[in-house]
């Protein structure tokens, strides 16, 4: 891993001359919100950079809302990703993990994987409901991107992490090592003031393995409590970079339609009998933080929460998860 520098004017243009061979998504800042979008050539010095964090999270990029699954597709241009939070970055990791699997492999993800150069970008000031530090996850990237870059001075500092990142830079001119200490200097303060506002802003908040220990002890009650206002929306599933739940709909001509599907839905656990064990509403809250803090780690390596605060900025009931595990303690 090393640093190389590149003014910001500079980058922009190499930017547009990487638009002829790629699709390149970054977040965009308007009157509403960043979010994610489809950059064109007279965008590029609109791309924002270091804020947290995109309204939507990465998985959107990987797993569309729906998609047919057994219709061909024309080859796309490869992609470029930037601007993506460490949060997403991390979340990125469980699905590797489910949808790559050696032995039930998912084409269409590792596709998507494979034709996608990521750029992080480290976070630099923080949004109220973050708080990936309390698990464990960084505001910046060190591994699993290729890339990430700092906005700072009117340069543009990229951190290469990966060997296609590598391979990315060395396309781009005007490009050269950063050999200033105190641009370095400078952002790991950035770095420090990041996590302090984190820490300050999540004190008493238990890490990811007391949560675990807390969610699968805790009582009827605090279920009934939290959900009283959940309308079974499915935001909170549908907006978290982790959660990853699908029905397969058969189409007329032997076609399959992949959709999105959230355990907060009415219906999730009906079988074909009736019985639906996640009726009541409470046990189907319960059922979705059992998944990420307790069953979940003990199946695979990577978290199933990297702190984002989606789904709690996403909540019509206004449900605080945080508020939620404090009580616990």
Known sequence: MHYLSIHKEEWDKALEQLLLSYNIFAPVKNEYSLDYELIRFDHVSEITYNEPKPATSLKNL???????????????????????????????GLLDEIYL?????????????????????????IQEHCHCL?????????????????????????????????????????????????TLDAIEKEHNKTEDLLRSSNKGLPDYAATGLLV???????????????????????????CTCFLLIDKPGFEKVKQLDACQF??????????????????????RYMCKYVWKPAKF???????????????IGKINKNELFMELT
Request: aromatic share 8%; charged share 25%; with cysteine.
């Open 62 to 92: 990987f797993l569309p809302v729906k998609e047919n699954v057994t219709t061909e597709r024309p080859t796309e241009k490869p992609r470029i990703i930037i601007g993506v939070p460490n949060c997403d970055i991390e979340g990125l």
């Open 101 to 125: 699997d050696r032995d039930f492999t998912d084409q269409l993800y590792k596709n998507n994987r494979g034709n996608t150069i990521l750029i992080a970008s480290d976070c630099f000031g």
């Open 134 to 182: 309390s698990y464990g996850v960084k505001p910046y990237t060190v591994e699993k991107a290729d890339l990430a870059v700092i906005y700072l001075d009117d340069e543009i500092i990229i951190r290469v992490i990966s060997f296609r990142g590598e391979e990315l830079v060395s396309k781009i001119t005007d490009i050269k090592p950063l050999t200033n200490k105190g």
């Open 216 to 242: 699968q002890n805790a009582n009827t009650e605090i279920w009934e409590k939290y959900s009283s206002t959940c309308v079974s929306c499915g935001a909170c599933t549908t907006i978290c970079p982790t």
């Open 266 to 287: 009415p219906g999730f656990e009906r079988v074909a009998g009736g019985e639906d064990s996640l009726f009541e509403l409470h046990n189907r809250f319960r059922n």
């Open 301 to 315: 390596n990577s978290i199933a929460c990297t702190g984002c605060g989606r789904c709690i900025e996403a909540c």
